[in-house]
């Protein structure tokens, strides 16, 4: 089924890396501490099928931050 999506939107989750494994593009969203990072959360898939974003903290930045997604999201559905 997660093979299937067209894109997979989550938090980073079990769901986000199952679909991350089996090649279904990822919109991820982390928190902007080094615990709960990208970096330290990362899905093992192709980089170009992930598209992970760490939120800020800031609720101005963060407002920025979800215009950008929004538009990205369109790209990818």
């Known amino acids: ?14 769901t986000y890396l199952l679909a991350a494994a089996v090649g279904a593009p990822t919109m991820t969203f982390f928190a902007d501490s ?17 598209h992970p974003y760490m939120l800020s903290s800031d609720t101005h930045e ?6 950008m997604i929004k538009n990205e999201l369109g790209k990818l559905v």
């Open 1 to 14: 089924l997660l093979a299937r999506f067209r894109v997979c939107v989550s938090t980073p989750s079990g």
């Open 34 to 50: 080094l615990c709960a990072s990208v970096k330290r959360w990362k899905a093992v898939s192709e980089e170009h099928l992930q």
């Open 62 to 67: 963060r407002t920025k931050q979800f215009d």
